[in-house]
């Protein structure tokens, strides 16, 4: 991967990336359950980028399902409901998992935590292998332990496959000094260093995957999945989003 800088533009060229999609994005605008119509648009986005070279891994949140942190105070103990929350994204990978396969492309859940025969257990090698015969690695189950965001799962697998960049697909087009729907004034930033946006307390990722992204060197870029085009735009090194770098 190279990044140049001139005139306030980034462009980036990319053989392997890790998206990050939240659990909520494949429940369509309610936000829960899964919805179809989402899921096929993300596959088709996916499987598109694949089939034009790109390799890609995914991880899914499980907050369309359960988030484990909501739980407390519910009943749920953190420890159980984070494992709940865990086994969510397995669901979630599983459902995307299908609708990859429909586009015509390989399709692999791997979990943090042994499930055979639901899906095989997560062994780097094996991941990057997938990837390198053109399919997708769907990397569900977080890191495997409570405590740790999907978030944090994220900036791990993707240091551990040897990611060029970390995608996080969200509903908004990029970071903003301001929750831009929320606050119309909110600007939005082209680029980032991790300093800046740890600085200005903008809710990117959780601190230990930013940590972890800016020890390792993983730059983040922060885009809109749902609009269309957008992944592939990214791969053919248009600027999309906002970049957040060493």
């Known amino acids: 991967m190279f990044i140049t800088r001139a005139n306030d533009n980034f462009r980036h060229m990319y053989k392997r990336v ?53 739980g407390v105070g519910k009943g749920f103990d953190r420890v159980d409901g984070d494992k709940m929350g865990m086994l969510a994204t397995v669901i979630n990978s599983l459902a995307l998992s299908m609708f990859i396969k429909d586009q015509g492309v390989e399709a692999q859940v ?4 042994p499930m055979e025969p639901v899906a095989k257990y997560y062994m780097r090698d094996d991941a990057v292998k997938v990837l390198e015969r053109g399919g997708v690695a769907l990397i569900s189950g977080g890191t495997g332990n409570p405590f740790f965001t999907t978030d944090s799962g994220a900036a791990l697998r993707a240091l551990e496959i040897g990611a060029d960049a970390l995608l996080k697909g969200t509903r908004v087009d990029g970071v903003y000094t301001a929750d831009p729907e929320k606050d119309s004034s909110a600007v939005k930033y082209d680029e980032l260093t991790f300093d800046e946006a740890i600085s200005r307390h903008l809710k990117v990722m959780d601190q230990t995957a930013f940590a972890l992204c800016s020890e390792g060197n993983m730059p983040i870029i922060v885009f809109d999945m749902n609009q269309r085009g957008n992944l592939t735009a990214l791969l053919e090194g248009r600027k999309v989003g906002t970049l957040v770098h060493v």
Request: charged share 10%; aromatic share 6%; hydrophobic share 45%.
């Open 110 to 113: 791997f979990t943090a935590t």
């Open 18 to 70: 890790l998206l990050k999609l939240s659990g909520e994005s494949l429940g369509g605008q309610a936000g829960k359950g899964l919805d179809t119509a989402s899921l096929t648009a993300y596959a088709a986005e996916i499987a598109s980028a694949a089939k034009a070279g790109l390799q890609i891994a995914v991880v899914n949140g499980g907050g369309n399902i359960f988030r484990g942190l909501q």
